[in-house]
């Protein structure tokens, strides 16, 4: 069982950057697909971003696309998402995922099997 710990979050104005980290424990990644969504109040948890487990491809949703960008270094465990000219609309908790199969590269939420506890992110207009 894969432990996934996200950092990063905080309140930023519109405009500005944050960078998410996700370190994963208790077995490597390195083999697994990785990916992030988010959940705003009141609304359904949403897909945001996802990259193949050596780094070469990468999916993202259109609302975020030209402004996020999703990276790993397996060497670290570790996935990032870089989030730069941020909205208000996208104030959320942010969670990073592990997929189920290795070598594999998914945007379903039902593909993911281990879960973060979430890092907060606001945006102030």
């Known amino acids: 069982q894969v432990q996934l710990v996200e950092s990063g979050g905080g309140l930023v104005q519109a405009g500005g950057s944050l960078r998410l980290s996700c370190t994963a424990s208790?077995?490597?990644?390195?083999?697994?697909?990785m990916g992030w969504f988010r959940q705003a109040p009141g609304k359904e948890r949403e897909f945001i971003a996802a990259i193949n487990w050596r780094g070469s491809s990468t999916y993202y949703t259109d609302s975020v696309k030209g402004r996020f960008t999703i990276s790993r270094d397996n060497a670290k465990n570790t996935v990032y998402l870089q989030m730069n000219s941020l909205k208000p609309e996208d104030t959320a908790v942010y969670y990073c995922a592990a997929d189920q199969v290795p070598y594999r590269l998914s945007v379903e939420a039902v593909d993911f099997g281990s879960w973060g506890q979430g890092t907060q992110v606001t945006v102030s207009s």
């Open positions: 208790g077995r490597p990644v390195s083999t697994y697909g």
